[in-house]
């Protein structure tokens, strides 16, 4: 097959002649059949190590070679950086001044001169490649280089671009501008640190070059850095640009302070072995004093307790030796000097993390659960949570599980008034797009929803609940957490569905929650303006329920006539506390039937009229039950007929007429004066 | 009169055996043994007999009488049992017919498992808890030893609401609420609902669900970890489930593990599900670090404790072979009515 190297995304550093226009042509000594990986070298082995983030020292070949010996009881060995030097005197070339150290602990600097600017050997750009970074020239390759295999990013600056030939770190001045060396502008402002010269920002310290100090192919002189960065700032600043490099990422998470030196030593190293250019005499070492290696003092005994399991002594000294964490016993106390690469080494715990992991977690042998619990308790919103779905599930509701936050405009698809209070939600700073922006302050949106995507995929009768929270502030902006209220969701569609299934449901619910409430007229606007109602417990409207408003219906594409109810579950947990069931006695006379048929104003609520003969029925008075309502051809306009069946029942009788007529004459008299009449 | 006895005898049995329908049968027995019948004629006839022939006469009559009647009901026995008979053959259904039954009603698929999870816990001491959706920076990260600008925070992009009130990362902000409000022993689960800025795809869902379990009592060791997590995988993924501890790392325990169980599907072979290792990661866990228990105000030096956080979707998904985690937040009735 014949290519480009543009064709194959090859950079002229990747292979000689791959930028020329047209056909890439290999060179004569490639024998013709040779694996195209073979000549550009891409066949190496890469393992992709996954670093937690306590482990920032594994973030290098190095780190991970050490932990390697470990594992595998060999020796580890890193390069010794030696090399000549030219003479001459740091000091004669550059100046440096840390104004912030509390951002800065360490700034090291080296300069390097007569460079001899040319591509990398192939092992370098191998290796380089094999980590996913381009290689440009020796120089650079170096500062990359010395990065992956120490952890420790490097920066080299062209020598002629420092103004006044000062490095000064210090903290941006507000409004500072900079380019990076990605050609991108940035504004910057007193919490991000930079590296200056005597005029103007350089460098954005830990995370970019400038473009106007950086290394050109006509570059002499170098100032290599290497230094310690605060991980905060570096990534405060990086967010708060928008940056993420290489290096960015190794600061945020954190960089040895003392490895710098070895850093720098090394990169010197390869500058003479690649015969880059010529050292200069010197260093400029900028740090407050460096703290002392941490001592620990723990026995052997604390860390063992931890773990569950008996490592010998010897064991752990071993094992946290060869972790280089330098370790002795002093009677039975283990004395470990933690070094300075290891900063996330802090306590016995994470001793006892590092012998474990070592001797091996296989030797953790399950124990099972002693003490004096026995049992664990749930809370008891909890209980009666469980109360109310078993109820709901009894009457063939499917529980259904939606998203907590929706779209802000939410309370537009329900024609929620201007100044609603459930347009005062919580909304989120960052949410991952309008329709997931708000918390929601009612759950009749989501279920609508829900009850839409099922009818549309034509699911043609649904019964669906859900138990959810709603986020209620106290004040807007939101200044403390909300109230997060548990509320209920009822929705319905289908064949025999209708106002009254709806309410049958909720009805069976309170019930079982032996809350009394009444229902009253409501106004939600989503809801048919004749069709629905409220839920009132303790003056206190806890809901409402039922027919969806035919326009909301339309917003929703839910061509079906569909009841939706939401609920407050507080008071429904509140009244089934109080809840004491008792055993009453089966009644051992039989109940007298009385039918009532009624005309009255069809105006008049059936409630009402329930109300009435019940508080006028007496004692004797056991149960009323509606059996029809009734309007039409033998009824007179704006009347209806209502007719009810009455249970009366003696404690310790059969009761007969003389026992009843006194209270069916009071039950008659009552519902009078609401204008009823007996029908005959 | 004896021959008028025997005819009549012979006329009644003879007609008996005929009739096939109760209303005949009742007819029949009106018309023979009624106030007006033959038989009951018969015997007011006796009237017109010599005194001395009545007693044997009416013996006679009365014998028949009880012929008749005897005749009558098991005839009429033989009708009703012939009749339900025919009903029940009538009856007959085609048993293969679909059932009546009501639409049954249920839980969501991640409640279901939710469920078993908290009885095994419960059954093994722990209590059940909740805590809130909305936290402050203090409980979701700072009282977990995840301090401001850590680089821990990375690994969770976080949903703020306000400067320092966001939507809870992880179920672990009810550790530090608990050990706050409670002394050791402790023994709890929370479960609950957690976010994260995930772009929805179908191993993402930027709501999801943990079940976060803390222990702290005097003694506690990674042993018993694995114990309660042996227990806890025994019962869900079957009894001889083998579990592992990895290193890991979580800024609220020390030392932490990342906790696989050996695949259900193929024993720990390797195969498909487990992509070929033979364990499948299950959780996060570790001991409680002790800055966390300090933090809480429980002297580490007495006591210790270990924690785990279950995600409830990702056990969902496997247990149900779920190959879309959106299926369960999308709520299509025909999804739900499988669980």
Known sequence: MLCSGEELCLKEADYPGAEEYGILILKEDVPTGTDMREILHLNDVIIDFSITSNRPDCQSVLGIAREVAVALKREFRAPTPVYQTAGGDIHDHIAITVQDYDLCPRYMGRIVRNLRIAPSPDWMKDCLRAAGMRPINNIVDITNFVMLETGHPMHAFDLRDIAGNQIIVRRAADGEPITTLDGKDHVLNSDMLVIADAEAPSCLAGIMGGLNSEIKDDTTDLLFECAKFRRDSVRRTARALGMRTESSARFEKGVDTRGTEYAMNRALQLIAELDAGDIIDGVIDCHEELAEDRVLRVTADSITALLGVKIPTDAIVDILNRLEIRTVLEGDTLVCTVPSFRDDIEGRADLAEEVMRVYGYDHIVATPMTGSIIRGKKLPERIHTDLLKSTLIAQGMREISTYSFISSKAPDTLNLAADDARRNAVTLINPLGEEYSTMRTQLVSSMLTVLSTNHNRKNTAVRFFEVSKLFVPHALPLTEQPDEIPALALGLYGDGEDFFTLKGIVETLLERFALRVEFTRSEEPYLHPGRQAAVVAGGEVIGVFGEVHPDTADTYDLGVRTYVAQLTLAPLFAAVEKKHTLYKPLPRFPAVERDLALLCDEELPVAEIERTIRSAGGHLLESVKLFDVYQGAQIAAGKKSVAFSLYFRGADATLTDADIDPALKKIFDRLQEKGCTLRT | ?339
């Open chain 2, 1 to 339: 009169m004896k021959e008028q006895l025997n005819a009549l005898r012979e006329r009644a049995l003879a007609e008996l055996a005929d009739l096939e329908q109760p209303k005949e049968l009742e007819e029949f027995r009106v018309r023979l043994l009624g106030k007006k019948g033959e038989v009951t004629a018969l015997l007011r006839g006796m009237g017109a007999l010599p005194a001395e022939d009545r007693p044997a006469m009416g013996q006679l009559i009365n014998q028949l009488r009880n012929e008749l009647e005897n005749a009558l009901d098991a005839k009429e026995q033989e009708i009703t049992s012939r009749l339900k008979e025919q009903r029940l053959l009538a009856e007959r259904l085609d048993v293969t017919l679909p059932g009546k039954a009501a639409d049954e009603g249920g839980l969501h698929p991640l409640n279901i498992v939710l469920a078993d999870l908290i009885d095994i816990f419960q059954s093994m001491g722990f209590d059940v808890v909740d805590g809130p959706e909305v936290e402050t920076e203090h409980y979701c990260f700072e009282a977990l030893n995840v301090p401001k600008d850590h680089p821990a925070r990375d690994m969770q992009d976080t949903f703020y609401l306000a400067e320092n009130l966001l939507l809870r990362t992880q179920t672990s902000a009810a550790q530090i609420r608990t050990m706050e409000q409670r002394k050791p022993p402790i023994r709890m689960i929370c479960p609950g609902r957690v976010f994260r800025a995930d772009e929805v795809d179908a191993t993402h869902s930027p709501v999801f669900h943990q079940v976060e379990g803390l222990v702290v009592d005097k003694g506690i060791t990674m042993c018993d970890l694995k114990g309660v997590l042996e227990q806890f995988a025994h019962e869900i993924y079957g009894s001889d489930t083998k579990v592992r501890f990895r290193p890991s790392f979580f800024p609220f325990t020390e030392p932490s593990v990342e906790v696989d169980v050996s695949c259900s599907a193929c024993g720990g072979k390797g195969c498909r599900v487990c992509k070929g290792n033979g364990w499948i990661e299950i959780l996060g866990a570790g001991m409680v670090h002790p800055r966390v228990l300090a933090g809480c105000g429980i002297d580490p030096e007495v006591y210790s404790g270990f924690a785990f956080g279950i995600g409830l979707d990702r056990l969902t998904t496997t247990r149900y072979k779920i190959s879309d985690i959106r299926l369960l937040f999308e709520n299509d009735k025909r999804f739900l009515d499988q669980f």
